[in-house]
């Protein structure tokens, strides 16, 4: 890049440069995508796709100059010959750098650049200057066709990259119709120099750079010598024509503009500028069609994504599993290692319930952990030891009737059968003060029979103490068997003492 270009994109730009992130038509960049798929490729079909959009047409330009021989600024290549030469594994390398979709909807909410309506005026503006570099027997139809589709790069490279001095330019112009002037004001230079700047900076064709840096000249006497190539002339009409099409409202005002131009500068009658503008009226009609098959592609696309999504989503479940069952396994292993040594010290039966629920507590996220014992004079099953509760917890003091029908406590302790209870269920503790008893807390929770010697001595109560949470089997069945060793421990103490 040239100091003077470097020095203006340094001055306007509000972020680097990044030929990536050039906004891309939706459509456009899925309509490529699909061309690069499956085993017969069409080099014409993707060139002819690429051409329907500024940005894919600027970036594939420059890859193409970065792999090719030709010195920069060279005489126009054919488009298909150069992308064949260039090769698609290159051009597939480009589309995985290319940012993948771009949202004209945020674009338009930083900058207000409507990137439909630009895309609208550059291709209307190409189809124009195909068509009259047929009526003048210009030499390379398609340069004029390129020229056409970026005479305005400049507008969307201030869009992108500087979005708050793209806002302020679009606010005045909804007021002031002299886009120019508004551009000098703010940018202190114009899209036309951007665009020449960038286009000449990735190798397009010295003849397109003229164009686009010079077709919003006058044609009078002070932009004449602007004007002196001939798809320099070919663009300047070609700019009118598609603006006549773009801005229905002042059609006539852009018709003759045209016109004007179309005599002075390329030396067109009226009847053959009629013929020009009814042939580029009818080449956009047909892209309605072609919108048509963009709307297929989204369809697919997005089925596509949703496959993904779902495809993603049972990734990320079975990494979460296997996370909670390496998770668990940790725990389980650090349980382990802290209750090894409390069962060798052959301590009474207190301290290893005690042990184990600060065990279970350290090692695991369960909130408390409460040991209920039976009571031969009582026949309840009374709150002995617990870990985790607050002093004042009712869990502490908390005692239920081991004969009850519908109690979860005497079930567990009679049946000897482990209930997890997954919902808001409720046990009501019989209290000595108190026969209706005060509600157990609404939190999931799990009750394990206490064994010594195959015969019932109590019941274990586990919860997360969290509404949200409920207790895996799995974690159950690793503290049963926690839970058995302890008693074997106690039943060996027993025996020993006896």
Same mark, same amino acid.
């Given at each position: 890049?040239? +100091?003077?270009?470097?020095?203006?994109? *340094?001055? /306007?730009?509000?972020?680097?440069?990044?030929?990536?992130?050039?906004?891309?038509?939706?459509?456009?960049?899925?309509?490529?995508?699909?061309?690069?798929?499956?085993?017969?490729?069409?080099?014409?079909?993707?060139?002819?796709?690429?051409?329907?959009?500024?940005?894919?047409?600027?970036?594939?330009?420059?890859?193409?100059?970065?792999?090719?021989?030709?010195?920069?600024?060279?005489?126009?290549?054919?488009?298909? *010959?150069?992308?064949?030469?260039?090769?698609?594994?290159?051009?597939?390398?480009?589309?995985?750098?290319?940012?993948?979709?771009?949202?004209?909807?945020?674009?338009?909410?930083?900058?207000?650049?409507?990137?439909?309506?630009?895309?609208?005026?550059?291709?209307?503006?190409?189809?124009?200057?195909?068509?009259?570099?047929?009526?003048?027997?210009?030499? !390379? %139809?398609?340069?004029?066709?390129?020229?056409?589709?970026?005479?305005?790069?400049?507008?969307?490279?201030?869009?992108?990259?500087?979005?708050?001095?793209?806002?302020?330019?679009?606010?005045?112009?909804?007021?002031?119709?002299?886009?120019?002037?508004?551009?000098?004001?703010?940018? *202190?230079?114009?899209?036309?120099?951007?665009?020449?700047?960038?286009?000449?900076? /990735?190798?397009?064709?010295?003849? =397109? /750079?003229?164009?686009?840096?010079?077709?919003?000249?006058?044609?009078?006497?002070?932009?004449?010598?602007?004007?002196?190539?001939?798809?320099?002339?070919?663009?300047?009409?070609?700019?009118?024509?598609?603006?006549?099409?773009?801005?229905?409202?002042?059609?006539?005002?852009?018709?003759?503009?045209?016109?004007? %131009?179309?005599?002075?500068?390329?030396?067109?009658?009226?009847?053959?500028?009629?013929?020009?503008?009814?042939?580029?009226?009818?080449?956009?009609?047909?892209?309605?069609?072609?919108?048509?098959?963009?709307?297929?592609?989204?369809?697919?696309?997005?089925?596509?994504?949703?496959?993904?999504?779902?495809?993603?989503?049972?990734?990320?479940?079975?990494?979460?599993?296997?996370?909670?069952?390496?998770?668990?396994?940790?725990?389980?292993?650090?349980?382990?290692?802290?209750?090894?040594?409390? =069962?060798?010290?052959?301590?009474?039966?207190?301290?290893?319930?005690?042990?184990?629920?600060?065990?279970?507590?350290?090692? @695991?996220?369960?909130?408390?952990?409460?040991?209920?014992?039976?009571?031969?004079?009582?026949?309840?099953?009374?709150?002995?030891?617990? !870990?985790?509760?607050?002093?004042?917890?009712?869990?502490?003091?908390?005692?239920?009737?081991?004969?009850?029908?519908?109690?979860?406590?005497?079930?567990?302790?009679?049946?000897?059968?482990?209930?997890?209870?997954?919902?808001?269920?409720?046990?009501?503790?019989?209290?000595?003060? +108190?026969?209706?008893?005060?509600?157990?807390?609404?939190?999931?929770?799990?009750?394990?029979?206490?064994?010594?010697?195959?015969?019932?001595?109590?019941?274990?109560?586990?919860?997360?103490?969290? @509404?949200?949470?409920?207790? @895996?089997?799995?974690?159950?069945?690793?503290?049963? *068997?926690? !839970?058995?060793?302890?008693?074997?421990?106690?039943?060996?103490?027993?025996?020993?003492?006896?």
């Amino acid at each position: 890049m040239s +100091n003077t270009n470097g020095h203006i994109l *340094k001055r /306007v730009l509000e972020s680097p440069f990044d030929e990536s992130q050039i906004p891309t038509l939706p459509e456009m960049f899925l309509q490529l995508r699909e061309d690069l798929k499956g085993n017969v490729i069409s080099v014409k079909k993707i060139s002819k796709t690429i051409l329907m959009d500024p940005a894919l047409t600027l970036r594939t330009l420059s890859v193409i100059m970065k792999h090719s021989k030709e010195e920069i600024g060279s005489p126009y290549i054919p488009f298909q *010959k150069s992308v064949k030469d260039m090769g698609l594994n290159r051009l597939r390398e480009m589309m995985k750098n290319y940012v993948l979709l771009h949202d004209p909807a945020e674009l338009k909410s930083k900058s207000l650049f409507d990137l439909y309506a630009y895309w609208k005026h550059s291709i209307y503006a190409a189809y124009a200057a195909e068509t009259i570099a047929e009526f003048v027997d210009y030499t !390379c %139809k398609e340069e004029a066709y390129v020229a056409g589709l970026l005479h305005d790069i400049g507008k969307l490279i201030v869009a992108q990259f500087a979005p708050t001095k793209s806002w302020k330019i679009q606010k005045i112009y909804r007021a002031h119709s002299d886009y120019h002037k508004i551009e000098m004001r703010i940018l *202190k230079t114009s899209h036309t120099l951007i665009g020449e700047s960038i286009a000449a900076d /990735v190798g397009t064709p010295k003849n =397109i /750079v003229d164009a686009i840096r010079s077709h919003d000249m006058d044609a009078g006497e002070e932009g004449s010598r602007y004007l002196q190539s001939n798809l320099t002339r070919i663009v300047s009409v070609a700019n009118s024509i598609s603006k006549l099409f773009c801005f229905r409202d002042h059609s006539n005002h852009y018709f003759f503009e045209g016109s004007e %131009k179309a005599s002075s500068l390329l030396g067109l009658d009226q009847e053959r500028y009629r013929t020009i503008v009814r042939k580029t009226g009818n080449r956009i009609h047909s892209l309605i069609d072609r919108f048509h098959e963009h709307a297929v592609l989204f369809r697919n696309y997005s089925l596509e994504l949703e496959r993904l999504t779902q495809k993603d989503q049972n990734i990320k479940k079975r990494l979460d599993e296997t996370e909670n069952t390496l998770q668990q396994r940790d725990a389980t292993l650090n349980m382990y290692n802290d209750i090894v040594p409390a =069962i060798n010290t052959r301590k009474s039966r207190a301290f290893l319930y005690n042990e184990l629920a600060k065990t279970i507590i350290k090692n @695991t996220d369960i909130k408390y952990v409460v040991f209920f014992l039976y009571d031969k004079a009582t026949k309840l099953l009374e709150s002995r030891y617990s !870990c985790g509760l607050a002093p004042n917890d009712q869990l502490r003091y908390a005692k239920f009737d081991s004969n009850g029908d519908n109690n979860v406590f005497a079930s567990t302790f009679k049946d000897q059968k482990i209930h997890n209870i997954l919902k808001d269920d409720v046990e009501k503790p019989v209290n000595e003060n +108190n026969n209706n008893g005060n509600e157990l807390r609404r939190f999931p929770f799990a009750t394990l029979p206490i064994v010594e010697n195959k015969k019932p001595l109590g019941v274990m109560l586990i919860s997360h103490g969290n @509404t949200e949470r409920i207790i @895996t089997n799995d974690f159950i069945e690793i503290i049963s *068997k926690l !839970c058995n060793h302890i008693s074997v421990a106690v039943e060996s103490i027993s025996s020993a003492a006896a």
